[in-house]
T-cell receptor
Framework: SQQGEEDPQALSIQEGENATMNCSYK?????LQWYRQNSGRGLVHLIL?????REKHSGRLRVTLDTSKKSSSLLITASRAADTASYFC??????????????FGAGTQVVVTP | NAGVTQTPKFQVLKTGQSMTLQCAQD?????MYWYRQDPGMGLRLIYY???????DKGEVPNGYNVSRLNKREFSLRLESAAPSQTSVYFC???????????FGPGTRLTVL
C-alpha cells in the first residue's frame, strides 16, 4: 500500500505563480523526499527533509514537514514552463533494516503555461 | 558518468514469454532497486539489493526474480509474462550513507 497520498492530483498555473502540493503519510518516517519526473523520464531527486526538521529551502523550492499531522508540503515559487512535470513525495521507513527503501505517493501533475 | 542505464527502452511481449531487464550504474553505489510505475499509483518497489550479494523482496515481488550480478549490475527477470505486468519499470541506485536515489530512464513494457 502507498505510504504517501498527494494532493492535488493535478495543478495548472501560469508562469510566475507559485505552486503548492501536499503529501500525507501514515507511519513514522526517518525522512521525506521530493522527486520530479518529466514526461517519459526517470525521477530526479529534488530535496530531502529529515523527521527532526520543520522547513527546508533549495533555490525556488521550499519544503515543510509537520510530523504531528504526518504531512509535508512542497512550494515552488515563481514557476517556469520548465517546472512542468509530475512531483512525487517519498517516505523513508523508520525501521533499522529499511536499507533506504522508499514508499512513493501517486504524484501531483503540474502544468505551467507561459 | 552515465549514471543509471537501463535496457531495453521499450519491449512488447506475448503472455507467457520471458525476458530480462538490465540495469547498470557507474556511480559505485551500494544499493539498487527495481520499481514499477502504473498510472495513478506512483512507484511500487518490486525488489531491492542493499549491497552486492544480497537481494530482498519489496512490495510487489510476485512474478519477478532478480540478480545482483556484481556491484554495478542488477537485473529483473519475468519468467512468464502476464498482461498485469504491463508497466514502466525503473531501476534506481543509492550510495551507502546517503538517502537520495538516482533513477534510470525506464523500460516501457507491454504484455499482450
Amino acid at each position: 500500500s502507498q505510504q504517501g497520498e498527494e494532493d492535488p492530483q493535478a495543478l495548472s498555473i501560469q508562469e510566475g505563480e507559485n505552486a503548492t502540493m501536499n503529501c500525507s503519510y501514515k507511519t513514522s518516517i526517518n525522512n521525506l523526499q521530493w522527486y520530479r519526473q518529466n514526461s517519459g523520464r526517470g525521477l530526479v531527486h529534488l530535496i530531502l527533509i529529515r523527521s527532526n526538521e520543520r522547513e527546508k529551502h533549495s533555490g525556488r523550492l521550499r519544503v515543510t514537514l509537520d510530523t504531528s499531522k504526518k504531512s509535508s508540503s512542497l512550494l515552488i515559487t515563481a514557476s517556469r514552463a520548465a517546472d512542468t512535470a509530475s512531483y512525487f513525495c517519498a517516505t523513508a521507513y523508520m525501521t533499522t533494516d529499511s536499507w533506504g527503501k522508499l514508499q512513493f505517493g501517486a504524484g501531483t501533475q503540474v502544468v505551467v503555461t507561459p | 558518468n552515465a549514471g543509471v542505464t537501463q535496457t531495453p527502452k521499450f519491449q512488447v511481449l506475448k503472455t507467457g514469454q520471458s525476458m530480462t531487464l538490465q540495469c547498470a550504474q557507474d556511480m559505485n553505489h551500494n544499493s539498487m532497486y527495481w520499481y514499477r510505475q502504473d498510472p495513478g499509483m506512483g512507484l511500487r518497489l518490486i525488489y531491492y539489493s542493499a549491497s552486492e550479494g544480497t537481494t530482498d523482496k519489496g512490495e510487489v515481488p510476485n512474478g519477478y526474480n532478480v540478480s545482483r550480478l556484481n556491484k554495478r549490475e542488477f537485473s529483473l527477470r519475468l519468467e512468464s509474462a502476464a498482461p498485469s505486468q504491463t508497466s514502466v519499470y525503473f531501476c534506481a541506485s543509492k550510495l551507502a550513507g546517503r538517502n537520495e536515489q538516482f533513477f534510470g530512464p525506464g523500460t516501457r513494457l507491454t504484455v499482450l
